[in-house]
């Protein structure tokens, strides 16, 4: 089966401006999440999505982040403005809609705030 | 607060020899706990998970996990270390509350196999 797409893989940007990253998940997969892994530490759960409603989104700084699922199939993770400390990797994952079912992950997007 | 700890940032093991990953919990009631790799540029794969039953849990490639209530830890496994082990691996925990794919992973712990 084809895994979770990611794009870009890198994006750069200048602090305050805004990015948006693209994920597509599994294929019949209904739970799709978008993490959040800086340097050194352990992914951080930003939003969780079930179809195309929002699951938990306790995480999520929505000063500045906001992402949407409206077909409920791909998702779009958007920042304005950055900050220095958005640099991260964005990580998006998709899954079974069953109660702990394995996460399966994209390759992630590389960003860089200057 | 449920949370997972890594005690180790690296564990440097020689290929053929047998590969422990540490890892505890802090959890009120049973836990559920996970195991995931993270290859350099690669998002995390599933390696295995505990959620009742059989203390020893068998995974991927090879890997297991031991289950141990009383040290409250979930350490990671491997009998022989291949070159091709080297990577990032993180331990999770599933909180109580909250929906179920909100994991709270740890630092990560990176492992070397050198040959």
């Known amino acids: 089966e084809a895994g979770v797409a990611q794009s870009p893989r890198y994006k750069i940007i200048e602090k305050r401006q805004s990015v948006a990253f693209w994920c597509n998940p599994i294929?019949?997969?209904?739970?799709l999440y978008w993490y959040q892994q800086i340097l050194g530490q352990g992914p951080k759960l930003l939003i969780q999505?079930?179809?195309?409603?929002?699951?938990?989104d306790s995480q999520l700084p929505k000063d500045r982040f906001s992402a949407e699922r409206l077909k409920g199939v791909d998702s779009t993770l958007k920042i304005q403005p950055a900050k220095l400390e958005d640099s991260a990797v964005y990580l998006c994952?998709?899954?079974?809609?069953?109660?702990?079912?394995?996460?399966?992950f994209g390759n992630g997007t590389r960003l860089t705030v200057t | 607060a449920q949370s997972v700890a890594q005690p180790e940032d690296q564990v440097n093991v020689a290929e053929g020899n047998p590969l422990t990953v540490k890892c505890t919990y802090s959890?009120?009631?049973?836990?559920?706990l996970f195991w995931y790799v993270q290859y350099p540029n690669r998002g995390l794969q599933f390696l295995l998970k505990?959620?009742?039953?059989?203390?020893l849990v068998k995974g991927s490639y090879g890997f297991e996990a031991e289950f141990n209530k009383s040290q409250t830890s979930f350490h990671l496994k491997k009998p022989s270390a291949l070159v091709s082990d080297s990577a990032l691996y993180f331990c999770?925990?599933?909180?109580?509350?909250?929906?179920?794919?909100?994991?709270?992973f740890g630092a990560g712990t990176q492992v070397v196999v050198t040959p």
């Open positions: 994952a998709s899954s079974l809609a069953q109660e702990l079912s394995p996460l399966h």
């Open positions: 294929s019949g997969h209904a739970t």
């Open positions: 999505f079930q179809n195309n409603g929002v699951v938990d």
């Open positions: 959890v009120s009631g049973n836990p559920y």
């Open positions: 505990y959620i009742t039953g059989d203390n």
């Open positions: 999770a925990v599933r909180p109580l509350r909250g929906s179920w794919g909100k994991l709270q």
